[in-house]
């Protein structure tokens, strides 16, 4: 059988998805074109492949030194090859994953365990970057994700007002931040009236990475899946 891997290992994976997030972050601010590089797609591919597998090395290490010894040798060759990290639209269906790899009774035997694996399930709301993360890791495994980048604009005033480059907004007589405004219209990025420099106007251009198929935000996918699977991974270590 395979060996485990540490938690040791696992926490210098999640060091090293950290690191690696830090520099996916960086190229997508330094990017300057319409399309997204293939820079950004290989590095992105590698975080998303990384962080799907990090839920089942997690898993695996909690099969090899808890579930493993009470089976019998034909038991352990046949479930070994079964562990993966649920990913369930039910509870009902959970049980039945959890049974493909002799732990069935997981609420019972271990409920700190089962309960982790629980609350991250998408039947819970919030917890869609789990079904994403699997589903764009699978991908992966095809081709290079593809992705596309959305740009808004918006402007700013007083940093406490956003208006969107879209949007139609009229004021009337109105105080920003102790800033009196008479009048002041912004329509589809056109601006007229009052614009008071001590609102200190900017424009403000935000740009996202999505993934392909589903409008994905690529960065926040990365920045939860991480955040969760961390969470996970001290649940986990506290057991074992």
Known sequence: FRDAPSMEEIEQ?????????????????????SHVSTEVRNVAQDIIT???????????????KKVR?????????????????????????LKGQLGRFG??????????????????????????????LRKYSNLGHRKLIAQSKKRAVSLVLGEVIKISGGAGVTMNNVVINGV????????????????DPRLNPRVEIQVTYLLEGDNIDLLLLCEESLKKIEEISETFGAVI
């Open 103 to 132: 732990v069935s009774d997981l609420e019972i035997s271990n409920p700190s365990i089962f309960k982790v694996i629980v609350v991250n399930q998408p039947y819970h709301t919030g917890n869609e970057w789990l079904p994403h």
């Open 13 to 33: 994976q999640i060091e090293y998805l950290r690191k690696r997030l830090t520099e996916l972050v960086g190229l997508c601010e330094k990017e300057t074109t």
């Open 50 to 64: 990384r962080l799907n597998r990090l839920l089942d090395n997690i898993l695996y290490d909690f099969f090899e």
């Open 69 to 93: 010894p009470s089976l019998s040798k034909e038991q352990a060759k046949t479930y070994e090859k079964q562990v993966q990290f649920p990913v369930c639209v039910q509870l009902s269906d």
């Open 180 to 195: 009196p405004i008479k009048h002041l219209t912004v329509d589809k990025g056109m601006i007229s009236g009052d614009l």
